[in-house]
């Protein structure tokens, strides 16, 4: 039996990505991003949705996208919830929503590592199916390492 895998397809810096819509809580417009001192550089900063704040992450340390453009108000994101935690994503664009047959999926290919399991043929090429999961903990160990060396320095004066 064939099944189909909901994704969105974006663009962030110069590369495409897909990932699960079941991820996704919404497409925002970002309001104001304030900077966060000292957090890894996954992190551009944090956003207020709706009276929650959320990190804005991001995938350029990840990957060999473009340097990020500051993240201006009015740049669309796509909101993320991914267990507990909540992320927006600053992206150039929604390029599609679909759902695509998990035959079509390739292990390996461009892009592929332990953030990206496969990818599928799209229109336009090889589309990398970014695992955001992943994503999302390895920012999570980014930012406790840096919590830990802001104590440690803390801790030495």
């Known amino acids: 039996m064939d099944t189909e895998l909901d994704v969105i397809v974006f663009e962030c810096g110069d590369r495409r990505f897909a990932l699960e819509l079941h991820h996704v809580q919404e497409v925002i417009t ?3 991003v304030t900077p966060v001192p000292l957090a890894p550089p996954s992190v551009q900063g944090a956003t207020n949705v709706r009276g929650r ?10 990957f060999a996208t ?11 994101a796509i909101l993320l919830g991914v267990g507990d935690a909540v992320a927006a994503l600053p992206v150039e664009r929604v390029v599609d929503v679909l ?10 290919g461009e892009g592929s590592g332990p953030l990206v399991p496969g990818s599928f043929r799209g229109p336009a090429g090889s589309v990398p199916l970014l695992d955001i999961e992943a994503v ?6 980014a930012s406790a390492e840096a919590s830990r060396q802001i104590n440690a320095r803390s801790e030495a004066r």
């Open 99 to 108: 759902s695509v047959s998990r035959r079509r999926f390739e292990s390996g």
């Open 66 to 76: 473009a340097s990020p453009p500051a993240v201006l108000p009015g740049a669309s």
């Open 53 to 62: 704040m959320a990190p804005v992450i991001t995938l350029q340390p990840f």
């Open 136 to 141: 999302i903990e390895r920012i999570r160990e």
């Open 30 to 32: 970002l309001a104001y």
